[in-house]
């Protein structure tokens, strides 16, 4: 069978490039950016959060990354200088920690994932670094409402967020290396290896891929929580690293 060639009349063509899934994520400078949802998304007791977070540096102070929207019903924040993440739940007194030691200028996955009303996990690029648990939190539902400062003001966060998903639902420790990918974000609104019995329980997924304006949509329940900047930047530096 003969070749063809471009003499036989056949040319060249190029195509487009897939525009890559992640292009954008939100940068905090730390002293008055933040998100704000309208109101608390509710995912009830058993329940799941993820999202990627670059860890800019370690200063003396706390940095809130999320926080519910009235009251200290929930907040999870980075104990600066200490190396430590804290939770509390139904209260600021209410609270757990747990050492974490992160490199500076660097992308992680986290996952805050609430097996019991008493105990949550903490994921960290797919890997289980421990509990944190408080008898405390027995009857207080998971909320976010705020992201990148407390609720009563201050202790902004200081970095970079992308990729925000909550879930009504606990993961398992499969699901949460499938959405981890290595290190590459993946469409939370489908189904991907381990990651496939969930997205129905995803409520709430900021993915942050807006790139201009004040509006930051969430793809699970458009028009329901959708978050608007108040003067936190866009940023092309996305995960991985």
Do not use: C
Request: charged fraction near 20%; aromatic fraction near 12%; avoid cysteine.
């Amino acid at each position: 069978m003969p070749s063809l060639g471009l003499g036989s009349g056949l040319t060249s063509q190029s195509f487009p490039s897939a525009t890559p899934f992640n292009n954008y994520s939100l940068a905090f400078d730390g002293v008055d950016d933040y998100v704000d949802l309208g109101s608390n998304v509710d995912a009830g007791i058993e329940s799941a959060i993820s999202f990627w977070y670059y860890h800019l540096t370690d200063d003396e102070d706390y940095r809130y990354i999320l926080a519910s929207y009235t009251g200290g019903d929930f907040g999870f924040y980075r104990r600066q200088g200490q190396n430590k993440f804290d939770i509390h739940i139904g209260g600021y007194g209410q609270g757990a920690y747990i050492d974490a030691t992160l490199s500076n200028a660097t992308w992680y996955h986290i996952v805050l994932n609430r097996t019991t009303a008493e105990n949550v996990e903490l994921y960290i690029d797919g890997t289980d670094i421990g509990d944190l648990g408080n008898e405390a939190w027995d009857s207080t539902n998971t909320v976010v409402g705020l992201i990148g400062r407390r609720q009563a003001g201050g202790l902004y966060a200081q970095g970079k967020i992308d990729e925000l998903a909550i879930w009504n639902e606990k993961l398992d420790a499969p699901a949460i290396t499938s959405i981890y990918n290595s290190g590459t974000p993946t469409d939370l609104t489908k189904n991907t290896g381990d990651y496939d019995e969930w997205t129905d329980n995803l409520i709430g997924y900021w993915r942050m891929e807006e790139g201009s304006g004040v509006d930051v949509i969430n793809t699970a329940n458009v028009g329901t929580n959708d978050g608007t900047v108040n003067s936190a930047t866009w940023d092309t530096s996305v995960p991985p690293n």
